[in-house]
């Protein structure tokens, strides 16, 4: 069975890597959104502000960051146990997140 490629599918799941990659970077302080949105858009010019939350949001619903969401309007964002453990391949990853294979 052949499958089309999503282009929409692989940037959301390729963004997610790459904040995982960002937030481990940034350990232990994490890191505010301005920070990690210029190192999305490193990758992604186009990418927006409200893609990146929506990809924060994500990642939190799947336990793998912790946002702090400041009442006055910015987000920062710091991996948990388990987004540590993902970033260094020391458990499997489920779909939703483009994490290359281990290479090492």
Not at 20 to 44: D, K, M
Not at 87 to 96: F, H, L, M, R, S
């Amino acid at each position: 069975m052949h499958t089309a490629l999503d282009p929409l599918k692989a940037r959301r799941e390729s963004m997610r890597w790459a904040i995982l990659l960002t937030l481990n970077n940034a350990r232990p302080v994490g890191a505010h959104e301005a920070l990690i949105l210029s190192t999305l858009q490193g990758v992604y010019p186009d990418a927006t502000a409200l893609e990146l939350r929506r990809e924060l949001d994500y990642l939190a619903d799947r336990t793998l960051i912790d946002i702090k969401r400041d009442p006055a309007g910015p987000w920062a964002a710091d991996l948990t146990r388990l987004g540590v453990d993902i970033v260094e391949y020391t458990v499997d990853c489920q779909p939703g997140i483009a994490r290359p294979a281990k290479y090492f």
